[in-house]
Antibody, heavy 120, light 107 residues
Framework: EVQLVESGGGLVKPGSSLKLSCVAS????????MHWIRQAPKKGLEWIAL????????YYADSVKGRFTISRDNSKNTLYLEMNSLRSEDTAMYYC?????????????WGQGASVTVSS | DVQMTQSPYNLVASPGESVSINCKAS??????LAWYQQKPGKGSKLLIY???TLQSGIPSRFSGSGSGSDFTLTIRSLEPEDFGLYYC?????????FGSGTKLEIK
């Protein structure tokens, strides 16, 4: 069974940094692209980043480009999201998701999410 | 960015009925449209991708149609467990974008 477990969320002040982790199990992590998606309170879903299976390519939403970095350690089956210069509008539940087998631009398994609150 | 306009915002239906949710893209996205179901406090579940391809393990009462800029998710013979939020997502180009969501409530 595919499992994705996010951690590292919390309450931080504007301008600070935070690093989320997502530990994957139940599939060959190194073979799949991985995504981060977020959902602000009472809002819809926002895709924020994709990393290819081997880390060779990374793509970001404009809202986080230059501030957030997606990375992975295939030896640890772990996906990361490093978040710098955090703003109040970054407050959200952050989900990691596995790229689908047939098309890794869609997400066929999601974690339960990690909550990030940016407030002074 | 491709804007995804989803309708209706809210839907109330009884078990056994059929419902449809629409998603309109601001430009041609070919067939590259996915549908997800989200339950409270959980990550989302992929239902349909490439406009009409049913994800493995998803019941056949779910179906998707459309191409270009207009797409529809149809759920036939609603089951009580089908309540939740439904989102469309275009996977044609970066950045991937989602619709605003449709809340399906079961009577």
């Amino acid at each position: 069974e595919v499992q994705l477990v996010e951690s590292g969320g919390g309450l931080v002040k504007p301008g600070s940094s935070l690093k989320l982790s997502c530990v994957a199990s139940g599939f060959t992590f190194s073979s799949y692209g991985m995504h981060w998606i977020r959902q602000a309170p009472k809002k819809g879903l926002e895709w924020i980043a994709l990393i290819y299976h081997d880390g060779s390519n990374k793509y970001y939403a404009d809202s986080v480009k230059g501030r957030f970095t997606i990375s992975r350690d295939n030896s640890k089956n772990t996906l990361y999201l490093e978040m710098n210069s955090l703003r109040s509008e970054d407050t959200a539940m952050y989900y990691c998701a596995k790229g689908a087998t047939r098309d890794f631009y869609v997400m066929d398994a999601w974690g339960q999410g990690a909550s990030v609150t940016v407030s002074s | 960015d491709v804007q995804m306009t989803q309708s209706p915002y809210n839907l109330v239906a009884s078990p056994g009925e059929s419902v449809s949710i629409n998603c309109k893209a601001s430009k041609n996205i070919n067939k590259y449209l996915a549908w997800y179901q989200q339950k409270p406090g959980k990550g989302s579940k992929l239902l349909i991708y490439d406009g009409s391809t049913l994800q493995s393990g998803i019941p056949s009462r779910f179906s998707g149609s459309g191409s270009g800029s207009d797409f529809t998710l149809t759920i036939r013979s609603l089951e009580p467990e089908d309540f939740g939020l439904y989102y469309c997502q275009q996977h044609n180009e970066f950045p991937f974008t989602f619709g605003s969501g449709t809340k399906l409530e079961i009577k």
